[in-house]
T-cell receptor, first 114, second 112 residues
């Protein structure tokens, strides 16, 4: 089955700096890659996603890049703010049509230092 | 809209007991799923449904049953609870194959 590796497990950056979280996946058939943010004690929420036919997508301070050849994708957060502190999960959708579900990475705890 | 509603929020069970985690959504979503979240493990798919009457297994289905008799409800049944099932359980729904997953608030289960 699909395997998603996520690095680093913890990332501490100064407020205003950029943060980058990287994920690799194993199934070349994967075609959808979302990122979820989970604040402490809360439910995960989608922040950005990308389909396999797109190399990059931006939404204000957040961007995701995808390299299908290398089977890796990354989350980029610029001008980090205290409210960006959370656990971030990458995921992939490897199943063929008719099946469903996401395979998640183990998460990155992003800490924004004031 | 309430979104995705899970009950109970907290539950303590003894080994061998059975229980049902309830999940209901009011967004008319066809797709629903259950994930469990353990420290350092991310979220793992237990079971999913692509519509009423259709369910299938995910990555970690053993010890759990599901059914989908209506579009709105997707209960998760623990048949004989084990300490390894101590976890936080999230129900989620979406409106399309590539749609955004909307999660419930989670149910924290402890099995003694």
């Amino acid at each position: 089955g699909e395997n998603v590796e996520q690095h680093p497990s913890t990332l501490s950056v100064q407020e205003g700096d950029s943060a980058v979280i990287k994920c690799t996946y194993s199934d070349s058939a994967s075609n959808y890659f979302p990122w979820y943010k989970q604040e402490l004690g809360k439910r995960p929420q989608l922040i950005i996603d990308i389909r396999s036919n797109v190399g990059e997508k931006k939404d204000q301070r957040i961007a995701v890049t995808l390299n299908k050849t290398a089977k890796h994708f990354s989350l980029h957060i610029t001008e980090t703010q205290p409210e960006d502190s959370a656990v971030y999960f990458c995921a992939s959708k490897p199943q063929p049509w008719g099946a469903d579900g996401l395979t998640f990475g183990k998460g990155t705890h992003l800490i924004i230092q004031p | 809209n309430a979104g995705v509603t899970q009950t109970p929020k907290f539950q303590v069970l003894k080994t061998g007991q059975s229980m049902t985690l309830q999940c209901a959504q009011d967004m008319n979503h066809e797709y629903m799923s259950w994930y469990r979240q353990d420290p350092g493990m991310g979220l793992r798919l237990i079971h999913y449904s692509v519509g009423a009457g259709i369910t299938d297994q995910g990555e970690v289905p053993n010890g759990y049953n599901v059914s989908r008799s209506t579009t709105e409800d997707f209960p998760l049944r623990l048949l004989s609870a084990a300490p390894s099932q101590t976890s936080v359980y999230f129900c989620a729904s979406k409106d399309s194959y590539f749609g955004e997953l909307f999660f419930g608030e989670g149910s924290r289960l402890t099995v003694l």
